[in-house]
Each structure stands twice: as structure tokens, then as C-alpha cells.
């Protein structure tokens, strides 16, 4: 169980998380939705550890992990899969794959490398093409398959389906549904919340650094007022 | 008491006061010691100030990093030293001078203002080059390119032996003759402080300072970046070339080692060390610097007995204190001893108030700004210097970035006096649409300003015609303060300071900042800095105010704040706005018109009621 | 024809060395974005360690290590005393810092050596020269050559086949994703100054084989040609600043044989006008690309 107590976080002068409170269940898909700037990617960014919270804690079962480096975080087995993929275009596909084991030892690292090649066709095609050759959705194959070479029981994955076109979301949706039946606890921030909803255990919605509400995702998904809430009430 | 005279008041004073600190530590030594080396060791503090400070002119407003102005200094010296040298010498050390050198001779004052003619000359055509290279504060460019004259400087001086005597002879003049000049020198330094103190209050000065703080934000409001780099690059190696000038007379000697890069980098690390951004901070480095290596040149020189100890007093030292206090102070303080804390500013309310003068608008009582009625804020923000267009329009507007669709056959229209909004989900576009309109990123398709087409126009030409903005991510220029971020958006649009004072009066209060206005805006919180990018985008009196995401990171309460404050703006303007945001309700509440854009397309255009029920909008936003 | 060949030799052999300079200070800019002025001390210090060595009478086979080594170690542990303490300052602090490393080293040398150049015997081969096809080049020209390729070689093999090279490469790319995988910065950092040390290393076994010479500002105008060739390769571009200490290598030894004895002292002076005019054209350097820039 991942859980976040009144999380706080702010760059400099700007707040952007107010004071979040969410838990993750083991093994099951959250999904974190809210207007662009609401605060999601701050948050998913503080638990990963890129950016100390500012205030609250974050625990990882009975720990608390709060303000832990990522690499403590990626050893504790928890990964992220970050807004725009951040693919290292100067590296094949390959040498993603590979950098993102650094924590494991080489030989592990190369045959879950080898492994992750077979199961993602596409990369296994193009594992020595330098990565920014790659399309938007083999990028994004490729950013989750990264997350996965920490061996990682949560992937936090930050607009997976972020400018792909729809064919293209919808595999991306099928892989989350893959991984969610292999057992990996999910934290999903994602514009396309019908898809989202559908498939996730519990939703949350952030709006202005603030989560506003939040229950079992289809009570949500199916209450008529959830594009207002998405997007402000309108008044 | 003139307007001017009252303006530089500040400044000419603080001149005289670090003009009289630096002479008083000097006279103290002199006095003390009482002998001929103490007192060319207080000349060449003079002078070194004198350098330093014409450095500061250039590097301190413009934030570019240059080694080559040594180099200028370099130039500087020959010409001074050929044409100030007696005939008879010249003969003997350069008797193949070319230009017939040899047979000229003009008193060392007069030779002053020859060298200072020729440098400035030789920097205006480097300068073309170095402002070419789209020098942008931090940029390696201008660097490599100081840096590689300034060898190249050196290597001509070691090999065109017919004119400069080499590397070994180097040229002099009659010994004994050497501290002749050393009234210059005074008036030198207190002439470079005013200068530079007057210049940094003008116009141009505080338009390179934006350009400096961000590149891109200034030229979005109308300022050329090259213009204001040139000017303090020429006025910069005026000071220097006369700096070096006296450099040569006073010692009686130059060869080329002593304008190299020894001297380039003591004199980088004083200014660096006091704070590149102040005149004050230039001197205090210079006298620092100047006071711990002499004082270790002192104790590992012959006449200490070094005793006990003998491991570190030796010759070598002062190189090594010259060092360390590099690592030092770059460690303790990464931004200079003062930083870019100036004597002037901290003198000007002061003198002001004992001399019993008006100070300036700033310090008006903010509770009249505030209140005053409508016709009043339409004086405090005058209208645009050309008339404002009324009609922005874009059509089959098409980005590439390297194969990725930014846009896509896009189209907007906006009037003046209404409000359009541009939502659309995270990646579809919106900022790219921004970006191309002011002329940050290049398109295909037609953009019009009042039927006149504007694609391909630079962003500071597109902001004369009219159009302001503001940014996603905050592009405020950090180290000025909220009153001079606004001042000099109304500078950059072609405003007098004294209309610019007023119009920075007339927004601090209609954005609810008067009672910051004094304070930097790298210290303001969020929700400041929003409101201040907003009032520096309006203080360009634009045609167009165009804003991407004013209400991001805010509250609902603030959001609402802001909505009332955008409407007030448009609304003295009378100018059209196009609103980014993705929050519908604060696009409600504002808009008459909204545009949806999803993949780079304009999928849905209407008013706010008919955009929150079009199905493709809700598509777009919350998926199939 | 012939001529051209050996002057191509030549002029590669010099360019050997400034692509190793400029390789390291690629590197170090890479994950610090800091232009390390204070790359030229690895071969000051080298050189003094050359010169120890042999007053002791060590012979240069056995010199070869020890100076590597050195070098390594010393851009290490400069790292940890000096650099490490302005990670993420402004271009200025960190200009400031690695001149004041220069400044601190070189008055070391002065301090407690001597201000003046000391100098120590060079390998008998050096002057030895081998005719091929017609074509007469210096033994050592081709060693230095030889020995260049292979090290290049290897550090291409340690970026590109080790983890350890490829978090540096990927750090130079993206300094937070490469964090957010879980390389740690220490680890990268100091890895990129050990590498910058040791291609330093090689470099100062070249450059000192040819001088035989301690002098306490040695490093200087190696370290500026290795700066300015990764410049002109465009800094950060690994490949590129190979490819600018080989161009500038061969630009400078062309103008030497093609410049009219006049103005023969005037090499050094021709190449600064032209890298400044290079950069009023090119702000990124030879090998730049259209970037947009990120607003």
C-alpha cells in the first residue's frame, strides 16, 4: 500500500500541490485525473522522489519514504513512467533499456533487457536504432518497458497516452491492462479519463493542486457532472 | 534644478562617494608607506577600477561573458603608446613603423582620445559580429569569439614587431617620465564612475539589462536585442581602451604579455568577485582583489622574513591568494560580495528627502492609483504610440517541429474589445498557436494584423505593431524590480521614462501591486509574479493582449481575482484579448468567444455555452 | 600528393591531441555543463610527474601508467575539493571556479618547484623518422596517431558498453531522467572526470614525448585548443569534439606550410580570427544543427 498524507509540494514560489492525500492499494489501478496544471505531475514527481515534498509524508507499506532519492525509490520497487516519455534520444533502444538497470547487476540487467525486448516485438526490431528515431507510440513502449527493468511492484505512469494517435492509445490502454493483470499496482495520471476510468479500481481528481473528490472509479465515471468537475463547475 | 540634473542626481553622487573611498584607502597608503612603490601600486588600483568599471558596462548590463575586452585594452595601448612617445624614441625602438608613425607625436592626453577613437572603431565592427551571433545572456558564442580575438590580439602584437616592438622590447617611454600623467588617472576613475552610473540609468541600459534577465520575454516586448548589446559594448571599451591608455603612461611600458590573459582573468575575477551587476560591486571587487594579492606579494616578498613560515611565503603567493579567493568566493558567494546591490539606488531616496526634491511617481501614495476613476487610469496607461489594430486573424496556420505536428491547419479571429479563448487538452497545441502568432516559432499559413500580413516577422517587431503576451512558465526579468519589469515594457514601446514612470504607476495599482513595486521579482510568490507578467504585458499599451494560462497554480478564489483584473486591462486598453487556460469556468466567465484545439486543429469554435455541450470537445477532453 | 599526406599526418597528429583535450571537456560539460578552464592542470601536472620521474631516472615505458594514473586521480580529486561545490551555479561561479583551480596549481608549481621550465629527457626514438612509399613521417607521428585511435576506441567502448558509459552519455543528455533511472550524479560526475582524466592522461604522454618540458602554465594553451575544438564541435557532442580537435589539428598545420614566410608567426593568430568568425556564424559551432528554441 502506497499511501500520501497531506502532501505538499512547491517549485520556488509556486505551489502546485496543496495537500494531497491518496492511498494505493496493492495490485490495484488508481487513476489520478484534472485539468492541465492541476498538480498531477508534481505529485507523481515528489513520490518518485525528482522533487522533495514540502510537506506530508509518503509511505511505502509501514515505511516512511518521504523525501527518498530515486534510487532509493526505484530499490524500494517503485518506477515512473514520465510525462513525454523523456526517451534519451542520444541512446539506441537498447541503452535505455540497459541505463535503467543500472541498480541490478549486469547480468540480470541484460536478460531482463532481453526479455522486455522479446515481449515489446517493436523494440526488439529496433533494439540498436538510436531512440530518438523511434515513433510516438514505440517511444512510449519503450518509456514503460524502461520503468519496468527496476523489476518495479508500482509504476506510477504520468499521461501514458499523451499525444498518440487513437489507435495508438488504445494499445497503449490494452498494456496497462496487461501489466494490471500481472499483478503491478498502477498509478495512472491520464487526460482520456472514460478509457481511464473503465479500467481503474479507485479515481481521484486533483483541480488546482487539490483533490476534490475522489471514490471507486465507475460511481465517478458515471456521475454527470464529471466534465464540470474536470473542468471547472462553471460558475 | 533640471529634470535631468534631478535624475542622475543618484548617480553622479555615488560616483563622487566611491570616487572619494577609493582615493581616501589610496592617499592613507601612500601616506603611510610614503614611498614611490606604494604610490604606483595606488595609481594602478586606480586604474584597475578604472578598467574594471568599463568592463562592468558591458558585462554587468548585458550578461555576456566577454574575455576580449583586455584585448580592446591591448589596441588601446599601442595606439596611445605610438602616438604619445617622442619621436626620437620611436626611432630607436620602431624605426620601420608603419603610416608614417615614426614622425607623429601628440601630448598623452590627445593620444588618449586618438586610442579611445581607433578602439571604439575596431569594437564597433567586432560588435557586429558579436551581437550577430544572437548573444544571449549566458551564451558560450560571444564568449569563444572575445576570447579567440583576444589571442588573436596577442599574437599580432608579438609578431608585427614594426609596429609594436615584439614580444621582448615590447615599446616604452623615456624612463623617469612614467608617473607624469597620474592626474588623468584620478579623473579618469571618477569620470568612468559617473559615466557608468548615467548610463546604467539610461534608456538603452535598462533595455539590455531585459534582454540580459530573458532574451525571449524582451524581445516579446518590442526590444531588439543587438541595438542596446552594441551601445554598451561601445561605451564599455571607450572606458576600458582609456583605462589601458593610462595603464601604459603610468607604468611607461607595454608589451604584449601585459594585456593577455593574466590581466584578462584579474580583472574578470574583481568584477565577478564584487558583482558583475554593480557599479559599486565592480569597485568593492577590485579593491578587494587588489588589497589581498599585494598584501601577499607583500609578506612573500624579500623584505618579510619569512621565519617559520617559510612553506607558504613565497614568491608565487599572491597567484595563489588570487586563486583561492576565486574558489572562495565563488563557493561562499556565487553572485559577488554585493551582488547587484548599487550605491545609487540606495543613496537616491535619501538624497532625495534631505535635498527636499519630489521623488519619483513610484513613490506616490498607492490609495490614489488605486482609486483613481476610470479616465484617470486611461491617462496613468496612454494608448499605443501607433494606432492600435483592431482585427488579429490566422488561417491555415501549420507548425513542424522536425516531423511532430504542432498545428495543423489552424485558424483564429480576434477583435478588439472582446475576449477569445483557446482550451483544448494538454498537448493540442494552444502555447504553440501563441508562439506562432508572436513570431517565437516560424509557420506556414496567414497571420494578419489589421488585413497586413505578419508571418515571418521578428517577435520585437510584432510587438511594436501591437501585440503583447505573457507566458506559461513566467519570463519575468528576475533581478529587476516590479516597478522596472513594468517601466521597461513601456520603455520598449517607445514611451519616454517619464510616460513609463506613469504608466508603472497606473498598473501597479489597477494589478494590486503598488506596495510591491520596489521589490525584485525573483522574490515575489506565484500569485505576484502572475499579476506583475500581466501588468508588463499590458504597460506596452498592445493591440492584442495575448495570455497562455493566467490562472495556472492558482486557487479558485485567485482565479477569480484575476478574471476581474484581465477584464479591467482589456477593458482601459480597449484592446482584444486571446485567453489560454484550461479551466472552463475562469474561460466562462471571461470569453465571448471560445476555440477548441485538439491535435494541433481547431476542432470546435463558439461561445462558452455552446463549447461545454459540443460532443467533440468533450471527446477531446475526457476520450471516446 | 605526397606532400599532402604528410601534411595530413601532421596535421592529424596534432589534432590527436586537442580531440583527447577536447574529448574530456566535452565530457565534464556534459554533466556539468561547466567548460572546464582547468583541464589544461592534468597535463601540468603530468608534466611535473614526468619530470620527477625521470630525475629518478625511471624509464619512459614505466612513466606511461604513472602519468595516467595521475592524471585520473587528479581530475578526480578535483573534482571533490573544487567543482563538486558549484554543481548548478550560474555560468560565471563556474568559470570563476575552474580558473581559480588554474590559478591555485599553477602557483603550487611556483611555489614549490620553480617559476621557471624544467626540462627532462625525452624517449631516444622521438626524432626517428620511417619512409613509407615515398612518404617520410616522423615515428612519432604515428604513434601518437596510433595510440589516439586506440584510446578513442576505448572510451568509445567504455560509453558504449558499459552502463557506467552510458549513464554518462545519458546524463549529458537529460541530467533528471537519467536520476529519475536511478543513476546516482556522484557516481556519473565523478566517472566523467575520471574518464576526462584519463584521456588527459593520454594526451600529456603525447604532448610531453614531443616537449620533454615542466612548466607551471604547460597546460595552458593545450587546454585552450581543447576547449575551443570541443567548442567548434559543438560542446556536449561527443563525436563533435573529436571531429573539432582533428579539424583544428589539420587547419593549423595546413596554414603553417601554405602561409607565405611573412606572416608565418601569425598561425595561431589566423586560426583565433577564424574560430571567432566560425562562432559569428555558427553561435553553436561546426556541427550545429536547426534547434528550435524552447520557449
Known amino acids: 500500500m502506497l499511501t500520501l498524507d497531506r502532501v505538499e509540494v512547491g517549485y520556488g514560489s509556486v505551489r502546485a500541490v496543496h495537500g494531497a492525500s491518496m492511498s494505493v492499494p496493492e495490485g490495484e489501478t488508481v487513476a489520478l485525473i484534472g485539468p492541465n496544471g492541476a498538480g498531477k505531475s508534481s505529485l507523481l514527481n515528489a513520490v518518485i522522489g525528482l522533487h522533495a515534498p514540502s510537506g506530508g509524508t509518503i509511505r511505502w507499506h509501514r515505511t516512511d519514504v518521504t523525501g527518498w532519492s530515486p534510487q532509493r525509490m526505484l530499490r524500494a520497487g517503485i518506477a515512473l513512467v514520465p510525462e513525454h516519455r523523456r526517451i534519451l534520444t542520444g541512446l539506441t533502444t537498447e541503452e535505455n533499456l540497459l541505463v535503467a538497470g543500472i541498480l541490478t547487476g549486469r547480468r540480470a540487467r541484460r536478460r531482463l533487457a532481453a526479455e522486455l525486448m522479446e515481449r515489446f516485438e517493436v523494440l526488439g526490431r529496433q533494439r540498436s536504432v538510436p531512440a530518438g528515431l523511434l515513433s510516438g507510440g514505440e517511444a512510449q513502449q519503450l518509456a514503460i ?30 498494456l496497462l491492462g496487461e501489466l494490471a493483470a500481472a499483478g503491478i499496482t498502477l498509478l495512472v495520471v491520464e487526460q482520456d479519463a472514460h478509457r481511464l476510468l473503465e479500467m481503474a479500481g479507485t479515481a481521484y481528481i486533483m483541480r488546482s493542486g487539490d483533490i476534490v473528490a475522489s471514490g471507486p472509479a465507475g460511481e465517478l465515471a458515471a456521475r454527470e457532472d464529471l466534465f464540470e468537475a474536470f473542468l471547472g463547475n462553471g460558475t | 534644478m533640471t529634470v535631468l540634473a534631478r535624475r542622475v542626481l543618484p548617480d553622479v553622487a555615488a560616483g563622487g562617494v566611491l570616487f572619494a573611498a577609493v582615493a581616501a584607502i589610496g592617499l592613507v597608503y601612500v601616506w603611510g608607506a610614503g614611498d614611490a612603490a606604494s604610490e604606483r601600486l595606488f595609481t594602478s588600483l586606480l586604474i584597475n577600477v578604472t578598467v574594471v568599471v568599463g568592463m562592468q558596462i558591458f558585462i554587468g548590463n548585458t550578461g555576456i561573458l566577454s574575455f576580449g575586452h583586455v584585448g580592446f585594452g591591448a589596441v588601446a595601448g599601442y595606439a596611445f603608446v605610438l602616438f604619445a612617445i617622442d619621436t626620437d624614441r620611436k626611432a630607436r625602438l620602431v624605426p620601420d613603423a608603419p603610416f608614417g608613425l615614426v614622425d607623429l607625436t601628440v601630448h598623452p592626453a590627445a593620444a588618449i582620445a586618438v586610442a579611445v577613437a581607433l578602439t571604439v572603431a575596431v569594437a564597433a565592427v567586432v560588435g557586429l559580429g558579436l551581437v550577430r551571433s544572437a548573444a544571449a545572456s549566458g551564451a558560450i558564442a560571444p564568449t569563444v569569439i572575445t576570447l579567440s580575438l583576444l589571442f588573436a590580439t596577442f599574437e599580432l602584437a608579438v609578431n608585427w614587431t614594426d609596429l609594436t616592438g615584439g614580444n621582448r622590447a615590447g615599446l616604452s617611454f623615456r624612463p623617469g617620465t612614467a608617473m607624469a600623467g597620474r592626474g588623468y588617472a584620478y579623473a579618469a576613475l571618477a569620470v568612468a564612475l559617473v559615466v557608468a552610473g548615467i548610463y546604467r540609468r539610461s534608456r538603452s541600459a535598462r533595455l539590455a539589462r531585459a534582454v540580459r534577465e530573458d532574451g525571449v520575454a524582451a524581445r516579446s516586448l518590442g526590444i531588439h536585442p543587438a541595438t542596446h548589446q552594441m551601445w554598451a559594448l561601445l561605451l564599455s ?105 548599487e550605491l545609487a539606488d540606495w543613496l537616491g531616496p535619501r538624497l532625495r528627502s534631505r535635498l527636499g526634491l519630489p521623488g519619483s511617481p513610484s513613490a506616490a501614495p498607492q490609495e490614489v492609483t488605486r482609486a483613481v476613476p476610470r479616465a484617470e487610469h486611461h491617462r496613468a496607461v496612454p494608448a499605443a504610440v501607433q494606432p492600435a489594430p483592431d482585427r488579429l486573424a490566422a488561417a491555415g496556420l501549420t507548425v513542424d517541429f522536425g516531423g511532430l505536428r504542432g498545428l495543423d491547419n489552424a485558424h483564429i479571429l480576434a477583435h478588439s474589445g472582446r475576449v477569445v479563448g483557446l482550451i483544448g487538452p494538454n498537448g493540442a497545441g494552444k502555447t504553440t498557436m501563441l508562439n506562432a502568432i ?23 517587431r510584432l510587438a511594436r505593431r501591437g501585440l503583447a503576451r505573457t507566458f506559461q512558465n513566467l519570463r519575468l526579468f528576475e533581478a529587476l524590480t516590479v516597478q522596472e519589469n513594468i517601466e521597461v515594457a513601456a520603455l520598449a514601446g517607445g514611451r519616454s521614462s517619464r510616460q513609463a514612470e506613469q504608466t508603472a504607476a497606473g498598473l501597479l495599482g489597477l494589478c494590486g501591486i503598488a506596495d510591491i513595486a520596489d521589490v525584485r521579482a525573483r522574490a515575489l510568490d506565484y500569485g505576484a509574479s502572475k499579476r506583475l507578467e500581466l501588468a508588463r504585458a499590458a504597460a506596452q499599451a498592445p493591440g492584442f493582449l495575448l495570455l497562455d494560462e493566467p490562472t495556472s497554480g492558482f486557487s479558485e478564489l485567485e482565479s477569480v481575482i484575476i478574471v476581474d483584473q484581465i477584464r479591467r486591462i482589456a477593458d482601459v486598453l480597449g484592446c482584444g484579448v486571446v485567453v489560454i487556460d484550461h479551466d472552463l469556468a475562469f474561460i466562462t466567465n471571461l470569453c465571448d468567444r471560445v476555440y477548441c484545439l485538439d491535435q494541433g486543429s481547431v476542432i470546435a469554435v463558439g461561445s462558452p455555452a455552446e463549447i461545454r455541450t459540443h460532443p467533440a470537445v468533450r471527446a477531446a477532453y475526457l476520450g471516446g | 600528393m605526397v606532400e599532402l599526406i604528410q601534411q595530413l599526418i601532421d596535421g592529424l597528429g596534432l589534432g590527436s591531441e586537442y580531440a583527447l583535450l577536447a574529448l574530456g571537456i566535452g565530457l565534464t560539460f556534459g554533466v556539468m555543463r561547466m567548460i572546464n578552464f582547468a583541464h589544461g592542470e592534468l597535463i601540468t601536472v603530468s608534466a611535473y610527474v614526468a619530470y620527477g620521474l625521470t630525475l629518478i631516472g625511471l624509464d619512459w615505458w614505466m612513466l606511461v601508467p604513472v602519468i595516467v594514473a595521475t592524471s585520473i586521480a587528479t581530475s578526480v580529486a578535483l573534482e571533490l575539493v573544487a567543482f563538486r561545490w558549484v554543481r548548478g551555479a550560474s555560468d560565471f561561479a563556474m568559470l570563476l571556479m575552474s580558473f581559480g583551480v588554474h590559478f591555485v596549481v599553477q602557483a603550487g608549481f611556483v611555489m614549490y618547484v620553480s617559476a621557471s621550465a624544467r626540462a627532462f629527457d625525452r624517449p631516444s626514438w622521438i626524432n626517428n623518422t620511417v619512409s613509407v612509399g615515398g612518404v617520410r613521417v616522423e615515428v612519432v607521428d604515428v604513434a601518437v596517431i596510433a595510440v589516439t585511435v586506440a584510446t578513442l576506441l576505448g572510451t568509445l567502448a567504455i560509453l558504449r558498453r558499459t552502463v557506467y558509459g552510458m549513464a554518462i552519455r545519458a546524463a549529458a543528455e537529460d541530467f533528471d531522467t537519467a536520476q529519475m533511472l536511478g543513476v546516482r550524479s556522484n557516481l556519473v560526475i565523478r566517472s566523467a572526470f575520471a574518464l576526462a582524466g584519463l584521456l588527459a592522461g593520454v594526451a600529456a604522454v603525447l604532448l610531453l614525448m614531443r616537449t620533454g618540458r615542466a612548466a607551471p602554465a604547460a597546460g595552458l594553451i593545450p587546454m585552450l585548443k581543447g576547449v575551443l575544438a570541443a567548442l567548434i564541435g559543438g560542446l556536449g557532442r561527443l563525436q563533435g569534439a573529436v571531429v573539432g580537435g582533428l579539424v583544428l589539428g589539420v587547419v593549423e598545420v595546413q596554414l603553417v606550410s601554405r602561409l607565405p614566410d611573412e606572416v608565418d608567426g601569425m598561425v595561431n593568430g589566423i586560426v583565433f580570427v577564424l574560430i571567432a568568425l566560425l562562432f559569428i556564424f555558427r553561435p553553436a559551432g561546426m556541427l550545429q544543427t536547426a534547434a528550435a528554441e524552447r520557449v
Request: glycine share 12%; hydrophobic share 50%; net charge negative.
Open chain 1, 145 to 174: 518497458a524502461r520503468a519496468l527493468m527496476s523489476r518495479p511492484s508500482v509504476l506510477l505512469m504520468d499521461e501514458p497516452a499523451l499525444g498518440l494517435a487513437p489507435l495508438m492509445r488504445s494499445q497503449v490502454f490494452e
Open chain 2, 237 to 341: 571599451v571607450a572606458v576600458v581602451a582609456v583605462g589601458a591608455s593610462l595603464r601604459v603612461w603610468l607604468t611607461g611600458t607595454i608589451s604584449p604579455e601585459r594585456f593577455f590573459i593574466d590581466y584578462t582573468l584579474l580583472t574578470i575575477t574583481m568584477l565577478v568577485v564584487g558583482g558583475r551587476n554593480s557599479i559599486t560591486g565592480a569597485t568593492l571587487g577590485t579593491v578587494v582583489i587588489t588589497v589581498l594579492t599585494e598584501a601577499a606579494r607583500v609578506v612573500s616578498g624579500p623584505d618579510v622574513d619569512p621565519g617559520p613560515f617559510d612553506v607558504i611565503l613565497r614568491p608565487g603567493l599572491s597567484d595563489l591568494v588570487l586563486g583561492a579567493s576565486m574558489l572562495g568566493f565563488m563557493v561562499l558567494r556565487p553572485r559577488g560580495l554585493l551582488d547587484d546591490w
Open chain 2, 438 to 460: 508572436t513570431g517565437l516559432v516560424g509557420a506556414q499559413g496567414r497571420i494578419t494584423l489589421e488585413g497586413q500580413d505578419i508571418v515571418g516577422l521578428a517577435p520585437h
